[in-house]
């Protein structure tokens, strides 16, 4: 079965940094690109940060750019995001996705975890 | 906040056909494909339609979807209760070179 499942939310001060985990199953994780999307309560999906299948590209929103870090370990079929420098509006909920073979091609993203959620309070 | 603007709510009956737009530029409709996301309050997105108006193993013929220019639609026809949830266009931005969603239609069967 084709899963994503997500791990390391929790409530961190403003300021203070935590590191998401996303753990890959049932697909070959290094031929796909994976993303990060979060939702703010009561708000709109938000794409967050991409990365490559091979881990060489990586692309982040403008308001995470410079504070977060998308990485990926092939070997572990685990996708992460480095959160630094925390904000009281990156609380949300933090999905990851699975997206196409490559970063920006049009297959959407077809396979979603549960969510993280992140609180900065 | 979002490039994609999309009308915040949209409603119909049971059987009833119902269209969401998904309004964008140049740098993401026009120059790449748009998918839909449908997301059930509380539950994870779904992919419902890739590459403009393809749709993914599973999800029903009654969504469809099409564009033109700068901008999308998704169609609901057939509407059911079941398909009361908040819907998501997406497209890549050559300009900002990432993901861009839209603001999310609510969609409710009266």
Known sequence: EVQLLESGGGLVQPGGSLTLSCAASGFTFSSYSMSWVRQAPGKGLEWVSGVSGGGGGTYYADSVKGRFTISRDNSKNTLYLQMNTLRADDTAVYYCAKGGRLIAAGKGFDIWGQGTMVTVS | ?110
């Open chain 2, 1 to 110: 906040q979002s490039v994609l603007t999309q009308p915040p709510s949209a409603s119909g009956t049971p059987g009833q056909r119902v269209t969401i737009s998904c309004s964008g530029s140049s740098s993401n409709i026009r120059g790449n494909t748009v998918n839909w996301y449908q997301q059930v309050p509380g539950t994870a997105p779904k992919l419902l339609i890739y590459n403009n108006n393809q749709r993914p193993s599973g999800v029903p013929d009654r969504f469809s979807g099409s564009m033109s220019g700068t901008s999308a639609s998704l169609a609901i026809s057939g509407l059911q209760s079941e398909d009361e949830a908040d819907y998501y266009c997406a497209a890549w931005d050559d300009g900002l070179n990432g993901q861009v969603f839209g603001t999310g239609t609510k969609v409710t069967v009266l």
